[in-house]
């Protein structure tokens, strides 16, 4: 069974088990067991533009960016293990944790690496 929309862990849980009452209700035959969450997605906005170009160039071996197929560029950490869409915007995706912790855990570490890649702002003079 696939739940999505949950905010929380306890949430997905209890919607899982609702559905499988109902169906139960229904007359089929399942039971209720072995519960795993198998994928987080979660979003934020770290409110700065960033330079995806010079980020590419540096954590090559991470990432991947192809703006003429996808505007965003694609961040594969490998510990916690979890996937991070980067856009030029400064909104980020998170997807491929199991945990809320990792997602935590993610942001914590790539935050840093994301403030080096900031975008300086231009002052027009006058």
Same mark, same amino acid.
């Given at each position: 069974?696939?739940?999505?929309? =949950?905010?929380? !862990?306890?949430?997905?849980?209890? =919607?899982?088990?609702?559905?499988?009452?109902?169906?139960?209700?229904?007359?089929?035959?399942?039971?209720?067991?072995?519960?795993?969450?198998?994928?987080?997605?979660?979003?934020?906005?770290?409110?700065?533009?960033?330079?995806?170009?010079?980020?590419?160039?540096?954590?090559?071996?991470?990432?991947?960016? !192809?703006? !003429?197929?996808?505007?965003?560029?694609?961040?594969?950490?490998?510990?916690?293990?979890?996937?991070?869409?980067?856009?030029?915007?400064?909104?980020?995706?998170?997807?491929?944790?199991?945990?809320?912790?990792?997602?935590? !855990?993610?942001?914590?570490?790539?935050?840093?690496?994301?403030?080096?890649?900031?975008?300086?702002?231009?002052?027009?003079?006058?």
């Amino acid at each position: 069974m696939v739940c999505t929309g =949950a905010k929380t !862990e306890q949430q997905s849980l209890l =919607a899982t088990r609702k559905y499988a009452w109902i169906l139960q209700k229904l007359g089929f035959n399942i039971t209720f067991n072995d519960f795993k969450i198998h994928n987080i997605v979660a979003s934020c906005d770290i409110r700065f533009p960033l330079s995806l170009v010079r980020l590419a160039t540096y954590h090559g071996y991470f990432t991947v960016y !192809e703006p !003429e197929l996808f505007p965003g560029l694609i961040y594969r950490m490998k510990e916690p293990r979890v996937t991070i869409l980067v856009f030029p915007s400064g909104k980020i995706v998170l997807a491929g944790a199991r945990k809320t912790a990792e997602i935590f !855990e993610a942001v914590k570490n790539i935050y840093p690496v994301l403030m080096s890649y900031r975008k300086n702002k231009e002052f027009k003079s006058s």
